[in-house]
Every structure is written in C-alpha cells, then in structure tokens.
C-alpha cells in the first residue's frame, strides 16, 4: 500500500503538467511578478482541484454514484469553455495595462496658487495618465511630500490571501477528471476509505506539482515585465492562444 500510494504522488505531479492545467495556470499566474506570488495560484488551484476529486471520489464510494461518459464529455467541455474566457481575460487584461491613471496630490505652489508658501498641508489634486505596461489599470492617491508607506498601506501591494478564481479553476478541473480517477481508485484500492486516503495523496502530489510550475511560470513572467515590455507581452499573448486554442479544441472535439 506504501508503493501504491507513493506511485499516487508521482502521478498526482505528473498530473499537474497536463496541457488544459498548464494552459489555465500560466493564463492566472501570468499577471504575477514573483516566485511566491506564481506559488500561491498553483497551490490555489491545487487546494480547489483535490477538494472536489474528494467530494465526487466520496460521492462514488459511499453512496454509489456513477458518473456516465456522456456527463464526463460535457465537463471536458465546460473545461475548454473555461479555457477560452481565461485567455480572452489575459487579451483584455493586456489593453488595460497600456493606460494607468493615477491621482497625485501636490503642494499648491506647483499649481501657482500660492507661489510664497511652503505649507505642505494645501494639496492639490490632479491626474494624468501614462502609460504602465506592468499593472492592471487602476486609480490610487499618494503624496510627493516624501514619505513611505508600509507594505500593507502601499497602493500597489499585493494581496497575501489564496486567489479564489485558481481555486475555482482547480475545481473545475477536479469536476472534470473526477470520473476516471475514481474509477481508477475504486478498483485498485481494497475500499472505499482507502480510495479516499489515495485520492488526497494524488491530490497533494498535483498540488505540489502545480505549485512548482506555477512558480516557474511566474519568474520569466516578472523578469520580462520589469525589464523586457515587450517580450513580457509577447510571452502572454502565448498564453492567451495556447489557452484559447486548447479550449477551442475541447469544445469541437468533445462536441463533435
């Protein structure tokens, strides 16, 4: 049962490098810039996939649910439908990142209406635009008066917490390989717990799987993007038609 289990993780990993999994990751994790931020959406969609290959694996084994192929067509194509909204989000993602606006606010002898004073309590607001190919396009306020601000207040920190949309992805990629996995389990593992115990170690492997590659994905990604404009785009927009194409296939074939 050890080796049985050990194998599980191995093709829990395996798992993750699937070409739908790699599509829908790299179209998440590409607006990141960092090796933890890319982690955090691999584990995401990780966390989401393993929770629902329980919930359907439990479903088969303890109340003898049977997922039929005609089913399990139509989750392959809500994949691939999956698929094509996120790529389409990467294109639309990239036009907004051509313009970013932002609110400054300035001592009011900038604007010549009080020349003499130094008071920095008069501000003045204004706004231009530029453009900022590195971030979404979005409004925020700072000061030129030279202070900082902590990593929490700064505008254009990050959020820490687990994406909810590479969780729901991981869940629909769950729901949609759930039916031959249990099948699997259910006649390789001597009961039903243990096909449960089997499953959770396939879903860590591709948690760690996703995880790692996620992470990869994520380091040229951010290279590209503060340094190379223009590569960083190129790369993305391979995303956006691997993704796109991949999901196009899915819904012709699976449909057809």
């Known amino acids: 049962m050890t080796v049985v289990l050990g194998l599980g993780l191995l093709l829990g990993m395996q798992h993750a490098t699937e070409p739908d999994h790699l599509a829908a990751v790299a179209a998440l994790a590409g607006r990141e810039r960092s090796l933890k931020q890319g982690i955090f959406h691999g584990v995401a969609w990780g966390l989401g996939h393993t929770l629902m290959l329980l919930l359907v694996a439990g479903a088969v084994g303890f ?5 039929s192929p005609a089913i399990a067509g139509h989750l392959e194509q809500l994949v691939g439908a999956m698929l094509i ?7 639309r993602r990239l036009w907004r990142e051509r313009l970013h606006f932002h609110a400054h606010k300035h001592p009011a002898e900038t604007f010549h209406f009080q020349p003499h004073t130094q008071d920095a309590s008069v501000l003045q607001d204004h706004s231009h635009a530029h453009t900022h190919p590195t971030e979404v396009m979005h409004f925020h306020a700072h000061s030129h008066l030279g202070e900082s601000q902590p990593h929490a207040q700064s505008p254009h920190s990050h959020s820490h917490r687990l994406p909810l949309r590479s969780l729901l992805v991981g869940m629909v990629h769950g729901l949609a390989g759930s039916a031959a996995l249990a099948l699997l389990a259910s006649q390789s593992m001597p009961s039903p717990a243990w096909m449960l115990v089997y499953i959770a170690v396939f879903g860590t492997g591709s948690m760690l799987g996703m995880a790692l590659l996620s992470g990869v994905l994520a380091v040229p990604l951010g290279m590209t993007a503060k340094h190379l404009t223009r590569v960083y785009r190129v790369l993305n927009v391979g995303v956006a038609i691997f993704s796109i194409g991949l999901g196009t296939k899915l819904l012709l074939v699976l449909g057809g």
């Open 63 to 67: 109340l003898g649910w049977v997922i």
């Open 85 to 91: 909204l996120l790529g389409a989000n990467v294109v």
